[in-house]
């Protein structure tokens, strides 16, 4: 099974490291480089994971993190956080609540391959 990824970075480096890496494991990437092209993406895709910067520029992480929460098709999406920062930085905040992983930069490969085998376990494959 082929599955979709959406990539959501504002460093133009992390969103080609993250469809070279994610290729080979059988992703295709869908890109968005700030908060609201991820929204919009995401108001016309339903990717199977979502690899989520939190520092974004024009809308945050955490609030495309709200967007996702709140429309139930998107229920099934498997949400990685890939932050350099902290986690204890944002809380509390209930979006994170949200994400199914957090992930401190920089990003390894053993988990890329944990959070696609979470997706296919979620999507049923």
Known sequence: MTMTALVVDDDPQTLVFMEQVLRPLQVDTLKAADGQQAIDLLAEHTPHLVFLDILLPH?????????????????????????????????PTLALD????????PVYLRHLRQAV?????????
């Open 59 to 91: 809308i945050s992480g955490l609030d495309v993190l709200t967007y996702i929460a709140d429309q139930p098709r998107l229920d099934r999406v498997v949400v990685v956080i890939t932050s350099a920062h902290n986690r204890r930085q944002f809380e």
């Open 98 to 105: 949200r994400a199914d992983l957090y992930l401190i930069k």
């Open 117 to 125: 085998e979470m997706a296919l376990t979620r999507h049923g494959s």
